[in-house]
């Protein structure tokens, strides 16, 4: 999922978060982020990867002299944030399944590693598994809207909910980090779970990096994409931050 209003470059490495001074949310992260501390984050970034015992091949727009797509692999979060920075992309539907296991492990390292402790938070105590979990999270998280409407765009630019948006989804499993729903007319089930927080944007409020996959329960189809939301005051709605490509 591409960023609609801003590039992001994920190769460039910023600066080490600082220690969380008194008064300031530290960074932190859920059980979906294999990382024991911030300070094993540089030697995560280059563990080698090998989803299915294999490595991950990516195709860019450039073309060899036998006229076919120029290929790479990878197999470490550097050299796959470096490669998407450069336009590489899978080629099939194997390394796009290949790409899903460097989406889910590289994007929160990139997110810690772009983030610094948080000043104020208004997103420390949310939950997936209180009531209507669906009326708290952005209408952007509707992933079945692949071609939203014009009522649809505006609903969502005016922070409705994703209830609000899909009044049909249903809740099917829920814990304090993790939220199932399916969209029976179409066919559509969702999995949000929470990864990751801190002040990605750095304007002192705390941020939470998470991540969505989506399938048909009728085809193949599958959808895979990281979302940073915050809140910008207490009681404000959840709004989303970025559609991350990672």
């Known amino acids: 999922m591409g960023s609609a209003d801003e590039e992001l470059k994920y190769s460039v490495a910023p600066k080490p978060a600082p220690k969380a001074g008194p008064g300031e949310h530290a960074l932190r992260w859920t059980k979906h982020v294999d990382l024991k501390d911030l300070a094993a984050l540089p030697a995560a970034m280059e563990t080698k990867l090998a989803p299915n015992d294999g490595v991950l091949s990516l195709g860019s727009s450039e073309r060899t002299p036998e006229g076919k797509p120029e290929k790479i692999s990878v197999s470490t979060c550097t050299q796959y944030l470096r490669a998407i920075d450069d336009g590489y992309q899978p080629q099939d539907t194997f390394d796009a399944s290949q790409e899903s296991f460097f989406k889910s492990r590289c994007a929160p390292l990139w997110f810690l590693r772009a983030s610094q402790p948080s000043r104020e938070s208004h997103v420390k105590d949310l939950r997936l598994d209180g009531p209507a979990p669906l009326s708290k999270l952005p209408g952007k998280l509707n992933l079945f809207v692949a071609s939203p409407t014009e009522e649809e765009e505006a609903a969502m630019a005016r922070g409705e909910s994703l209830a609000a948006l899909n009044p049909k989804a249903k809740v099917t499993r829920k814990d304090a980090i993790s939220l199932v729903f399916v969209d029976l007319e179409g066919q559509f089930e969702t999995t949000i779970d929470m990864i990751a927080w801190g002040d990605f944007d750095r304007d002192g409020l705390e941020d939470v990096l998470l ?36």
Do not use: C, M
């Open 211 to 246: 991540f969505q996959t989506g399938h048909s329960l009728e085809g193949s189809f599958r959808s895979y994409g990281h979302r940073i939301v915050t809140r910008k005051a207490a009681g404000a709605p959840l709004v989303v931050l970025h559609d991350l490509r990672i």
